[in-house]
């Protein structure tokens, strides 16, 4: 088993910035690919980006690319997303996910095997 507990969510101004982390514990070499999903209301849950551990590999949603920034720090088995540039249309929960699926999946929710809680990225206009 692993476990995911995310944190950082919080309210910012258009053009802010928030910075999140999904801290994870448990069974964590099992987790080979982790990654930011986010869901607003009334809309199915989105990819947002995506690391691979082995090869240091990153993934963005066109929507976040050159404004989100994924990364991670093995020796704390946590992954952080820098979110520059927020607008409106970031507000969402974001989820953070972990799992075996690698880059042929890394977009894909139902590769997941693990989600955390959900964190609340309110953008105000």
């Known amino acids: 088993q692993v476990q995911l507990v995310e944190s950082g969510g919080g309210l910012v101004q258009a053009g802010g910035s928030l910075r999140l982390s999904c801290a994870a514990s448990?069974?964590?070499?099992?987790?080979?690919?982790m990654a930011w999903f986010r869901q607003a209301p009334g809309k199915e849950r989105e990819f947002v980006a995506g690391i691979i551990w082995s090869a240091n590999s990153t993934y963005y949603a066109d929507s976040v690319k050159g404004r989100f920034t994924i990364s991670g720090d093995n020796a704390k088995n946590t992954v952080y997303l820098q979110m520059d540039s927020l607008k409106p249309e970031d507000t969402a929960v974001y989820y953070c996910?972990?799992?075996?699926?690698?880059?042929?999946?890394?977009?894909?929710?139902?590769?997941?095997?693990?989600w955390g809680q959900g964190t609340q990225v309110t953008v105000s206009s």
């Open positions: 448990g069974r964590t070499f099992s987790s080979s690919t």
């Open positions: 996910a972990a799992g075996l699926g690698g880059a042929r999946f890394i977009t894909i929710p139902w590769s997941y095997d693990y």
